[in-house]
């Protein structure tokens, strides 16, 4: 069984900063690409952030310059510093792995969702 677990969220207010983490569990060799999805009442899923097995790096417009996504490949884990917050940033985030496992199987796999909410 392989899992994906964020934490990191909650309540700031408008101007603050938290950082999310997404830690793989299980039969984990490797994650080979990540990606942070938000999720907001009322709206489609979006990929706010994405980092491949390169450690390259995209992201939202909306996001640009305020949000920046990381890996720690040793502890098979994710990170999104999340600075300058905003009251539209208000939703639940998802982490969304593409990762292999200790018997070579390539699986993409989703967390189960970490509420940030920003006050203005």
């Known amino acids: ?3 994906l677990v964020e934490s990191g969220g909650g309540l700031v207010q408008a101007g603050g900063s938290l950082r999310l983490s997404c830690a793989a569990s299980g039969s ?3 994650i080979n690409a990540c990606g942070w ?3 907001a009442p009322g709206k489609q899923r979006e990929l706010v952030a994405a980092i491949t097995s390169g450690d390259s790096t995209r992201y939202a417009d909306s996001v640009k310059g305020r949000l920046t996504i990381s890996r720690d490949n040793a502890e098979n884990a994710a990170y999104l510093q999340m600075n ?3 009251p539209e940033d208000t ?5 969304n792995a593409e990762l292999t496992t200790t018997r070579f199987r390539h699986l993409e796999i989703w967390g189960q969702g970490t509420l940030v909410t920003v006050s203005s």
Request: glycine fraction near 0%.
């Open 37 to 39: 999805y938000r999720q």
């Open 1 to 3: 069984q392989v899992h």
């Open 28 to 30: 984990v060799f490797s």
């Open 84 to 86: 300058s917050l905003k």
């Open 91 to 95: 939703a639940v985030y998802y982490c």
